[in-house]
């Protein structure tokens, strides 16, 4: 079956950059749209980011735009998230998800396949 797993969390200062990956199995990964979600605490899951099947599209969440940007590399069957210019309110745990679908959804309740999620945290 589908699994995801995230890694490249950790402690940074504000103003830092951080990149985080995720590695994708079981399934063709080429025909997942994958997303970013994260959880701050006392917070419902909020969308960061998401790409198309081969790259071509990419949508960001407001709070990340023009900061971070996502990608994915179809051989290896990963995708990234560089985040730059980083905030203490980007600390949360950041989930990467992968749904069946061709359309670029910010709902997680269409991203059938979720990591364990990896810990962000920006000190001031």
């Known amino acids: 079956q589908v699994q995801v797993l995230e890694s490249g969390g950790g402690l940074v200062q504000a103003g830092d950059s951080l990149r985080l990956s995720c590695e994708f199995s079981g399934g063709t990964f080429s025909s997942y749209v994958m997303a970013w979600f994260r959880q701050a605490p006392g917070k419902g899951r909020e969308f960061v980011s998401n790409?198309?099947?081969?790259?071509?599209?990419?949508s960001y969440g407001d709070s990340v735009k023009g900061r971070f940007t996502i990608s994915r590399d179809n051989t290896k069957n990963t995708v990234s998230l560089q985040m730059n210019s980083l905030k203490p309110e980007d600390t949360a745990v950041y989930y990467c998800a992968a749904s069946g679908t061709n359309q670029l959804l910010t709902q997680p309740a269409v991203y059938l396949h979720w990591g364990r999620g990896t810990q962000v945290t920006v000190s001031s």
């Open positions: 790409i198309g099947w081969y790259g071509e599209k990419t």
